[in-house]
């Protein structure tokens, strides 16, 4: 069996078989997805990010050129999506689609756990993720939300938002005790890491029920537009500014995997709840999933081979 195939079958085959899991859970029982979906965010997903940044060993140096990369990457994403954009001569509410759909990535429900099975003998390639998943939340909730609602939300209200997110006070609380070698009770951490080797398989059957409520309609240009520039544009563009700034080994492999990851599914979630073209967002969300099982298997074998 080639690399390529074992890359497939080790870490895309148990992603497709859990979303598989999800999707014949809610087509059986048609749970409500909110109350689960509060649940990853606010218990399972802080817990796994703690976890993995306590743990992390990550210096000054690496955390300064992993923001230097992000911030290049993400400039390049959205000036992609504005440009396809407007050269599509596209109404304002598929300019929407198209420009959350290429810059906002899953990196929770999605990359994390693929990143805690590719690299769960180097915890720094998770710890990279989570720092991406970090800044992509962060995206998420300032220029995701930016585009769906320019007029009707104040900055203000786009910062309180942001405040709500647990995975942000995760984040800091585990930086802290890090910085300053602070021991965390044994009562505490064995429920942390609980809830924390719970999350990949609780996130990944939840999108696979969120999937299975997507339907199938006409493919609209838009979509094909946005997933070549979520799935095909992202790993060429993390690519060369990889190769620019001189990463090299699991940082650059998790990176770059990182680049390819589908469009998120927060960009469903919010055009639901703002009534921005949900349908389109939804559809575009539910293509970039399935495709990615390929275009994700190929740039891991790519990172694997290149760094």
Not at 93 to 122: C, D, R, W
Not at 180 to 192: C, G, Q
Not at 204 to 230: C, D, N, P
Request: net charge neutral; with cysteine; charged share 10%.
């Amino acid at each position: 069996m080639s690399y390529i195939s074992l890359v497939f079958v080790d870490v895309i085959v148990p992603i497709l078989i859990l979303l598989g899991v999800g999707v014949l859970l809610q087509k059986k029982f048609q749970f409500r997805l909110r109350p689960i979906a509060n649940l990853v965010t606010y218990c399972f997903m802080p817990a796994a990010v703690f976890i993995n940044i306590y743990h992390a060993e990550i210096d000054i140096s690496l955390l300064a050129q992993l923001f230097i990369y992000l911030g290049l990457f993400i400039t390049i994403m959205i000036i992609a999506g504005s440009i396809l954009s407007k050269m599509l001569n596209l109404e304002k509410a598929e300019q929407t689609v198209l420009k959350n759909s290429i810059s906002l990535m899953n990196s929770g429900n999605y990359g994390l756990p693929v990143s805690q099975l590719v690299f769960s003998a180097h915890p720094l390639g998770v710890s990279v993720q989570i720092i991406v998943l970090v800044v992509q939340n962060l995206l998420t909730y300032t220029y995701g939300l930016y585009n769906l609602i320019s007029t009707a939300k104040s900055f203000a209200d786009i910062l309180r938002e942001l405040l709500k997110l647990p995975i942000i006070h995760a984040l800091w609380l585990a930086a802290v005790l890090k910085i300053f070698d602070l021991p965390i009770p044994n009562f505490a951490l064995v429920p942390i890491e609980q809830l924390a080797g719970g999350f990949a398989a609780l996130a990944l059957i939840l999108l696979g029920m969120q999937l299975e409520s997507i339907q199938i309609r006409t493919f609209h240009r838009v979509i094909g537009w946005a997933l070549a520039g979520r799935l095909i544009l992202g790993p060429a563009a993390a690519l060369i500014l990889i190769y620019m700034l001189g990463l090299d080994g699991v940082i650059a492999q998790s990176l770059f995997i990182a680049s390819a990851f589908p469009t998120s599914r927060n960009t469903a979630t919010l055009a639901l709840e703002y009534d921005v073209e949900p349908e389109l967002h939804a559809q575009t969300v539910l293509y970039s999933t399935l495709l990615s099982s390929i275009t994700v298997t190929f740039v891991i074998y790519l990172a694997m081979h290149l760094f």
